[in-house]
């Protein structure tokens, strides 16, 4: 069974090494790298080889130069472990090493003794005799990227974890500076004004899965999140929970690039107030500019059109929907100018208005403006109106169609929307009405595939809504999300169960729901099972 990875706070903790090997030195120097008072117990040889005599040297210029560190010259004793710890535990060291190269009968008796006393050890070269093993490690700042493959071999595990780091942007150690800085702000401003209004914080971070790096995704991530002006301090409150949902969703969207190259400050200003474009500057230019609104596809950068790419790396703003993916927003070059809306729950319409004036600011500059969109621009899109807008202050912008997931999603999924004696039409519609009202349902038909976008984060009214409205809640249903991605996810399930099997699995925007005959044809949930969830996507 794979083990659970954790990070070790070992600030002043005991960590004891035995053996006089070159591993030993390597225990050694991590342990104190990551501020344990370390331990050495090995007897000084007296055998005369160089290898000892280098190592014994090594270890003696270490002792002499950092105080967290002694040489014990002997043999180990089983008190060692009871009386060479910190007063505050007893005198029982934190963790053991056991440094020898094979098997040895000093590695099974302190294995055993550490056992009984539940105190961490590793043995080198035998996980039998081990509580933990160590991973193959890249730190950078307050990044740690592990790997293990459970002792299958460390060479592999090396190699891997060379291969993820290589991927990492060089500076990446920046973002998580910054955005633990600004989570720190938002946490310390937030706390009292929440706590003043009776709203439990860690019932807010609990909500959205960001209490801890392992958290799943809730569900109700992008959940709306509306404000009940009429009751002023319900408000207060609420718009603090905008903001710490504000934030998870910059980490989930932003590309690592750009987050590393942002600052506190624009971030604090960003969630804080926002950047207020409600009054358009008149610019004078002799140059007019122009706009363009271009579809970003499912998700795989294979799926862009050479006329979508073309225009991305050519303009001189775009200005993206923060459901555009990382793989898109990457090929945009680093000269252009990049903004992201910060469409957080509640604020759709504000973010909507300051892309839209942002957008005329730059035409009247004289630049080339992308107005990039998820999927296609006209499929839920705003495009058509986006499109009267821009015409409105005289510039007719040119639309660049995009792959839709509403199509594109099911075809990656194994699901044929449409089947000769199974579905003969397919109906795309939306699950979030205006403003967050309810939409309008439309009615069963039995040979039909239904395909809701903007539908998940408020899944368990959806079908509701459907079964109020005579659906059968027998018929099979599928969620896709993150279609064409490499993390691409399928929930394959009935109306039914679709709701729970969703809060289980947690979210992982953007996804659609696609219901209908049409999603059993070709995968089928097997007989015992309530739903059934595929990972992954390695066609792009």
């Given at each position: 069974?794979?083990?659970?990875?954790?990070?070790?706070?070992?600030?002043?903790?005991?960590?004891?090494?035995?053996?006089?090997?070159?591993?030993?030195?390597?225990r050694v120097s991590?342990?104190?790298?990551?501020?344990?008072?370390?331990?050495?117990?090995?007897?000084?040889?007296?055998?005369?080889?160089?290898?000892?005599?280098?190592?014994?040297?090594?270890?003696?210029?270490?002792?002499?130069?950092?105080?967290?560190?002694?040489?014990?010259?002997?043999?180990?004793?089983?008190?060692?472990?009871?009386?060479?710890?910190?007063?505050?535990?007893?005198?029982?060291?934190?963790?053991?090493?056991?440094?020898?190269?094979?098997?040895?009968?000093?590695?099974?008796?302190?294995?055993?003794?550490?056992?009984?006393?539940?105190?961490?050890?590793?043995?080198?070269?035998?996980?039998?005799?081990?509580?933990?093993?160590?991973?193959?490690?890249?730190?950078?700042?307050?990044?740690?990227?592990?790997?293990?493959?459970?002792?299958?071999?460390?060479?592999?595990?090396?190699?891997?974890?060379?291969?993820?780091?290589?991927?990492?942007?060089?500076?990446?150690?920046?973002?998580?500076?910054?955005?633990?800085?600004?989570?720190?702000?938002?946490?310390?401003?937030?706390?009292?004004?929440?706590?003043?209004?009776?709203?439990?914080?860690?019932?807010?971070?609990?909500?959205?899965?960001?209490?801890?790096?392992?958290?799943?995704?809730?569900?109700?991530?992008?959940?709306?999140?509306?404000?009940?002006?009429?009751?002023?301090?319900?408000?207060?409150?609420?718009?603090?929970?905008?903001?710490?949902?504000?934030?998870?969703?910059?980490?989930?969207?932003?590309?690592?690039?750009?987050?590393?190259?942002?600052?506190?400050?624009?971030?604090?200003?960003?969630?804080?107030?926002?950047?207020?474009?409600?009054?358009?500057?008149?610019v004078v230019t002799n140059k007019k500019?122009?706009?363009?609104?271009?579809?970003?596809?499912?998700?795989?950068?294979?799926?862009?059109?050479?006329?979508?790419?073309?225009?991305?790396?050519?303009?001189?703003?775009?200005?993206?929907?923060?459901?555009?993916?990382?793989?898109?927003?990457?090929?945009?070059?680093?000269?252009?100018?990049?903004?992201?809306?910060?469409?957080?729950?509640?604020?759709?319409?504000?973010?909507?208005?300051?892309?839209?004036?942002?957008?005329?600011?730059?035409?009247?500059?004289?630049?080339?403006?992308?107005?990039?969109?998820?999927?296609?621009?006209?499929?839920?899109?705003?495009?058509?109106?986006?499109?009267?807008?821009?015409?409105?202050?005289?510039?007719?912008?040119?639309?660049?169609?995009?792959?839709?997931?509403?199509?594109?999603?099911?075809?990656?999924?194994?699901?044929?929307?449409?089947?000769?004696?199974?579905?003969?039409?397919?109906?795309?519609?939306?699950?979030?009405?205006?403003?967050?009202?309810?939409?309008?349902?439309?009615?069963?038909?039995?040979?039909?595939?239904?395909?809701?976008?903007?539908?998940?984060?408020?899944?368990?009214?959806?079908?509701?809504?459907?079964?109020?409205?005579?659906?059968?809640?027998?018929?099979?249903?599928?969620?896709?999300?993150?279609?064409?991605?490499?993390?691409?996810?399928?929930?394959?399930?009935?109306?039914?169960?679709?709701?729970?099997?969703?809060?289980?699995?947690?979210?992982?925007?953007?996804?659609?729901?696609?219901?209908?005959?049409?999603?059993?044809?070709?995968?089928?949930?097997?007989?015992?099972?309530?739903?059934?969830?595929?990972?992954?996507?390695?066609?792009?």
């Amino acid at each position: 069974m794979p083990g659970l990875l954790v990070s070790q706070n070992c600030n002043s903790q005991v960590h004891l090494v035995v053996g006089s090997t070159a591993l030993s030195l390597t225990r050694v120097s991590k342990s104190l790298e990551c501020g344990a008072d370390v331990i050495l117990i090995a007897p000084k040889t007296s055998e005369t080889t160089q290898t000892l005599a280098v190592w014994e040297t090594e270890v003696q210029d270490r002792e002499a130069s950092c105080p967290n560190f002694r040489w014990i010259q002997r043999a180990f004793k089983d008190d060692d472990l009871t009386v060479l710890g910190r007063d505050e535990v007893d005198n029982v060291v934190d963790t053991v090493f056991v440094a020898h190269h094979s098997p040895s009968t000093v590695g099974i008796r302190i294995s055993a003794l550490c056992k009984r006393l539940r105190i961490p050890i590793n043995v080198a070269d035998s996980p039998e005799l081990s509580t933990f093993t160590l991973l193959s490690t890249h730190t950078d700042g307050p990044l740690q990227v592990g790997v293990t493959t459970s002792g299958k071999g460390c060479r592999l595990a090396s190699r891997i974890r060379r291969e993820i780091v290589s991927s990492l942007p060089l500076d990446i150690a920046q973002a998580c500076h910054k955005v633990g800085e600004l989570k720190r702000s938002i946490e310390e401003e937030d706390a009292k004004d929440l706590e003043h209004h009776n709203v439990n914080l860690d019932s807010l971070y609990h909500e959205i899965g960001q209490n801890d790096d392992d958290a799943v995704q809730n569900h109700k991530f992008n959940e709306l999140v509306l404000e009940e002006r009429s009751d002023l301090e319900k408000s207060r409150a609420l718009k603090k929970k905008q903001r710490i949902r504000w934030l998870s969703q910059v980490v989930e969207y932003y590309p690592f690039s750009q987050l590393a190259a942002l600052s506190i400050e624009d971030l604090c200003s960003q969630y804080r107030h926002g950047r207020n474009f409600s009054a358009v500057e008149d610019v004078v230019t002799n140059k007019k500019g122009s706009i363009a609104l271009v579809g970003s596809g499912p998700g795989a950068p294979g799926l862009l059109t050479t006329s979508a790419l073309a225009a991305i790396t050519t303009a001189d703003l775009v200005l993206a929907d923060k459901l555009v993916p990382a793989g898109v927003l990457d090929l945009i070059p680093r000269h252009v100018e990049t903004f992201i809306a910060k469409k957080f729950p509640g604020n759709a319409e504000a973010a909507q208005e300051q892309l839209l004036n942002m957008g005329i600011i730059a035409l009247k500059e004289g630049k080339s403006v992308v107005r990039l969109k998820q999927g296609d621009p006209y499929i839920f899109g705003r495009g058509a109106e986006e499109y009267l807008f821009f015409s409105k202050h005289g510039y007719k912008p040119q639309v660049i169609p995009g792959i839709t997931s509403a199509l594109s999603g099911p075809l990656l999924a194994a699901i044929s929307p449409t089947h000769r004696e199974v579905a003969d039409q397919v109906l795309i519609c939306t699950g979030t009405g205006r403003k967050g009202t309810t939409p309008a349902i439309p009615e069963y038909v039995d040979s039909r595939t239904t395909i809701f976008l903007m539908a998940l984060h408020r899944l368990a009214d959806v079908t509701v809504w459907l079964r109020d409205a005579g659906w059968r809640m027998d018929v099979p249903c599928a969620i896709i999300e993150r279609a064409s991605c490499p993390d691409q996810r399928v929930i394959r399930t009935t109306l039914e169960h679709v709701a729970e099997a969703f809060e289980r699995a947690g979210s992982r925007p953007p996804g659609i729901l696609v219901v209908g005959k049409s999603c059993a044809v070709i995968e089928q949930t097997p007989s015992g099972q309530t739903w059934v969830i595929d990972e992954g996507c390695t066609l792009f």
